[in-house]
T-cell receptor, first 116, second 112 residues
Framework: DGGITQSPKYLFRKEGQNVTLSCEQNLNHDAMYWYRQDPGQGLRLIYYSQIVNDFQKGDIAEGYSVSREKKESFPLTVTSAQKNPTAFYLC???????????????FGSGTRLTVV | SQQGEEDPQALSIQEGENATMNCSYKTSINNLQWYRQNSGRGLVHLILIRSNEREKHSGRLRVTLDTSKKSSSLLITASRAADTASYFCATVPTGTASKLTFGTGTRLQVTL
């Protein structure tokens, strides 16, 4: 079955550590996205990529980094510079290419990151 | 930045009743989408309505869009306990090439 796989489901980070969240899709979608969700809140865009080897900052990119070396994969690194990383992280993908916004997103099941 | 604001923030109804959620947004859009999120899970795409459409149906869902008022509504008819979830509207602002901006969500509770 096609879909998006996020791993791990739960992740614990110590102060000062970098951690990487995995996102893999087998939908052949061009565009991929990372969102952060805080309790009782909507989703805020961290980074997005519409094509391999290219990505753009979203609304809250500080303290995060990404790469897009393969179409299927869009890992997110939460660096030690992110001062409040405890949140639920959601990865999504869509068919939409540049200038073609008329498609819905497919979401992964999320990674819950906690700082300990 | 949040583009959409849902109203109400929380809604509690009994099974069989209809549930209506509203969404307002700020800028011109290419399309508006509704998503559902069960607690602690990812979001599921429900329906997309384009800026030149006024109403769309999918099963028990009915979505309307009023671009002059920059608002949309989602109606779930004959609700079921399994409809209990948070519902989000999301917009693709004109010229942003498929980048979705989400609202804050409506938490729907359907009781037996």
């Amino acid at each position: 079955d096609g879909g998006i796989t996020q791993s791990p489901k739960y992740l614990f980070r110590k102060e000062g550590q970098n951690v990487t969240l995995s996102c893999e899709q087998n939908l052949n979608h061009d565009a991929m996205y990372w969102y952060r969700q805080d309790p009782g809140q909507g989703l805020r865009l961290i980074y997005y990529s519409q094509i391999v080897n290219d990505f753009q900052k979203g609304d809250i990119a500080e303290g995060y980094s990404v790469s897009r070396e393969k179409k299927e994969s869009f890992p997110l690194t939460v660096t030690s510079a992110q001062k409040n990383p405890t949140a639920f992280y959601l990865c999504a993908s869509s068919v939409g290419r540049r200038g073609e916004p008329g498609y819905g997103y497919t979401f992964g099941s999320g990674t819950r990151l906690t700082v300990v | 930045s949040q583009q959409g604001e849902e109203d109400p923030q929380a809604l509690s109804i009994q099974e069989g009743e209809n549930a209506t959620m509203n969404c307002s947004y700020k800028t011109s859009i290419n399309n508006l989408q509704w998503y559902r999120q069960n607690s602690g899970r990812g979001l599921v795409h429900l329906i997309l309505i384009r800026s030149n459409e006024r109403e769309k149906h999918s099963g028990r869902l009915r979505v309307t869009l009023d671009t002059s008022k920059k608002s949309s509504s989602l109606l779930i008819t004959a609700s079921r306990a399994a409809d209990t979830a948070s519902y989000f509207c999301a917009t693709v602002p004109t010229g942003t090439a498929s980048k979705l901006t989400f609202g804050t969500g409506t938490r729907l509770q359907v009781t037996l």
